[in-house]
């Protein structure tokens, strides 16, 4: 089992330079885990790719129902003390302490890409090439 950030699932969704990385992780890795909050961060990257135009509402819409359907069973609640004593401690927002609070509840590693999460707790978040 893996963490994996909001970060690492739109990468699996929508093309770019870190697609191929996300897809060789599921395929190697492909017991993911995160905070129930990835709903919503993905819906806000993709309300923002519906912004910009480089979704129609169709596109958006199944993306977050196939995500979710990769995640089902895996969503977890995290210790809000431990979140906040993370943010404090490292500087992070509270939105990535939790996938990094989880990350530690379960023993396993935190799949992301994010240099501030990388720098502050390098002992549990490795990036997307490294896990």
């Known amino acids: 089992m893996i963490v994996v950030d909001t970060n690492v699932l739109a990468y699996l969704y929508l093309p770019g330079e870190h697609t191929a990385a ?24 993709l309300a923002g790719c519906l912004r910009r135009g480089l979704l129609t509402f169709e596109q958006a819409s199944a993306i977050q129902l196939e995500a979710q359907e990769l995640m089902q069973g895996a969503e977890h609640e995290v210790d809000s003390r431990q979140v906040l004593q993370f943010a404090q401690r490292s500087g992070c927002s509270a939105y990535d302490c939790e996938f990094v609070a989880l990350a530690q509840q379960l023993g396993v590693p935190l799949a992301t890409m994010d240099g501030q999460v990388l720098r502050a707790f390098p002992d549990i978040a490795h990036s997307l090439e490294s896990v």
């Open 22 to 45: 996300a897809e060789a992780l599921l395929a190697r890795q492909p017991d993911w885990a995160a905070p129930v909050l990835w709903r919503s961060e993905l819906r806000n990257v």
